[in-house]
């Protein structure tokens, strides 16, 4: 008779803690899917596991890319459950109201059904913009990119509206349940062969048939510049960021993962530009048009700030942090372009070279971002990759790939191609280490400060 409400008992402790393990997968899972870095996932899951009354030292977690185990171990059972990973899709504004949620529910001593209703309330919420403004927002960001690189604005519009077509057809068939890097392969094909298109716009035969007001509007001095930034809406900024952020934690398998996400969709980006040169029989654009800009700090600051916003978009970053994102893109490229641009290049600043000021740049963002995360309540991450990602060199990593590709034995081709390479890895690299300063360096300040938050 002892044995039996024993039982009883048991049976219903088992229930509760397979319940409160499965809340605790789909938390993990929401950021793993949203591409949070495996850092931060790890710390919201057991700062959850701290609501939710699982003990530190009992609680094992494991995270894969498309998977999640978690294991609670204590003297009378051992509990394990999987969670799959499979909608990958960036969600800032996501991965800032879990934040929110897992501290709140703490200090409110929230019930598990009450946390449950505002996760699955989170994890129904729309998207924060509808396609045609994610694709505008993407379109507007490779001009951005277009008038980093030296163009002006005519040509910048050219870029914006080849874009903003190539990324809403790579929308629309990713609707269609069609492979992904295929899909990225058609977008840069058709944006590539738009911007092409464009450049005949401003030729003296397409010109000398439209009225002179007409010309003074469309005619553009850099009419190959779009094809340098038109696909750079796919270059994938945020993986690469968080490969780097989570291989500088040790977190090699994720961050292997995350690679080998990135390098397919940089090779399937470079075919479908590959494809679209043949198509149209040019290829200077690639291998001999300078990237060097030479306009004014104010439309840097212009572009950097429409940069930030529109990857911002895709971003799913909430309306009222567009403005605090666009002034942190202002700061990193134009401290960027100070330190890297110099009397070498006909430009006003330090001339130490792209390497040296992206790293100053992201720097300079990230230390900011520390205090302004207490002024907006976001996540770091949430300000400083949004702000950086106008830096990344989507240009160099598709030449150096495309360098590869087209490789016919001339002398200083490999050169090329692996210079191209060794470049955009080390300034991704060293864009990286600036936005993770607060884990490099402030981690050991800042973590005993949140335990003790925690405990209280």
Not at 442 to 448: G, H, V, Y
Request: a positive charge; glycine letters at 8%; charged letters at 15%.
């Amino acid at each position: 008779m002892i044995s039996k409400p024993l039982q009883l008992h048991n049976k219903c402790e088992d229930a509760n803690v397979i319940r409160r393990m499965k809340v605790l997968l789909k938390v993990g899972c929401k950021l793993m899917e949203s591409s949070a870095d495996t850092q931060r996932i790890l710390r919201n899951m057991k700062r959850t596991a701290a609501f939710l009354g699982f003990k530190e030292e009992n609680l094992q977690i494991y995270a894969d890319y498309n998977l999640l185990m978690v294991n609670y171990s204590d003297d009378r059972c051992s509990y394990t459950k999987f969670q799959r990973c499979s909608n990958h899709a960036i969600d800032m504004a996501g991965i800032s109201a879990i934040s929110k949620l897992s501290w709140r529910a703490i200090a409110n001593d929230y019930t598990l059904d009450q946390f449950e209703e505002e996760f699955d309330e989170i994890c129904a919420r729309p998207r924060v913009y509808k396609p045609w403004q994610v694709a505008l927002g993407g379109g507007l960001a490779c001009g951005g990119f277009c008038i980093q690189f030296g163009c002006d604005w005519p040509a910048f519009f050219y870029a914006s509206i080849a874009a903003i077509l190539g990324f809403r057809l790579r929308m629309y068939l990713n609707t269609l349940g069609s492979n992904g890097y295929a899909n990225i392969a058609i977008a840069a094909f058709v944006s590539t062969l738009l911007a092409w298109l464009s450049a005949y716009i401003s030729t003296p035969m397409i010109e000398g048939s439209l009225p002179t007001w007409l010309v003074a509007l469309l005619h553009t001095d850099t009419p190959w510049h779009p094809l340098l930034a038109c696909a750079l809406f796919i270059v994938p900024g945020v993986p690469l960021i968080n490969f780097v952020s989570d291989m500088l934690d040790s977190h090699f398998t994720m961050g292997l993962n995350r690679a080998l996400n990135t390098l397919l969709m940089v090779a399937a980006m470079s075919f479908g530009i590959v494809m679209a040169i043949k198509v149209c029989g040019i290829d200077n654009f690639v291998k001999d048009l300078s990237m060097v800009p030479h306009n004014n700090y104010l439309a840097y600051a212009t572009a950097a700030a429409i940069s930030a916003m529109g990857f911002s978009m895709i971003f799913n970053i909430p309306y009222r942090l567009l403005p605090v994102v666009a002034i942190g893109g202002i700061i990193a490229v134009c401290a960027r372009n100070y330190a890297n641009l110099g009397p070498s290049n006909h430009n006003i600043g330090l001339d130490l070279g792209l390497i040296a000021g992206s790293l100053i740049g992201s720097s300079l963002i990230s230390v900011v971002c520390i205090k302004a995360v207490h002024w907006f309540h976001v996540p770091h991450h949430v300000l400083s990759i949004p702000s950086v990602i106008p830096m990344v060199p989507g240009v160099l990593m598709y030449r150096a790939l495309f360098g590869l590709i087209e490789m016919q034995g001339v002398v200083g081709e490999l050169t090329d191609a692996f210079s191209n390479g060794v470049k955009a890895s080390i300034t991704i690299l060293c864009i990286a280490i600036g936005v993770a300063i607060p884990n490099i360096f402030a981690r050991q300040w800042i973590a005993p400060g949140r335990r003790r938050k925690l405990e209280r």
